[in-house]
């Protein structure tokens, strides 16, 4: 229960800090940061229902960022006639090659940061 709720924590910020971003950032920190964030964001999510390890979560959320650039990429909100603005810029509505590197940068600095928090963990379990 404990990992959970500090996951919902890190996903309530997180959230915040992407809406700050969407609203009032600019350039490299709108452009890129905020794509590195979202898997960070959908990470946290997935870690509040499954809090114990799961094997190739990055890898997975990465995959799903892809797919939903693939689907920005055909168009997909305007194809669907989604016309909610909100869903529009949730979704995203231009294919960007760079993003994917956004979201891999993201899901890596995820996995190492997990990596490093179970290191941490068992060497305060030895002690």
């Not at 797919?67 to 909610?84: A, C, W």
């Not at 979704?91 to 993003?99: A, N, Q, R, S």
């Not at 956004?102 to 190492?112: K, L, N, Q, R, S």
């Amino acid at each position: 229960m404990k990992k959970r709720i500090l996951y919902l924590i890190a996903f309530i910020i997180l959230v915040g800090i992407e809406v700050l971003i969407g609203k009032f950032a600019h350039g490299f920190v709108r452009g890129y940061v905020g794509d590195m964030l979202v898997v960070v964001v959908i990470y946290t999510f997935t870690r509040i229902i499954i809090p114990e390890k799961f094997p190739w979560l990055s890898v997975s959320v990465f995959l799903f960022a892809v797919f939903v650039e693939i689907m920005q990429g055909i168009s997909i909100v305007d194809r669907l006639g989604i016309t909610n603005e909100n869903i529009r810029v949730a979704i995203g509505t231009k294919f960007d090659l760079p993003d994917i590197l956004c979201y891999a940068v993201g899901c890596t600095a995820t996995e190492v940061y997990e990596n490093l928090m179970r290191k941490f963990a068992k060497r305060r379990e030895e002690k």
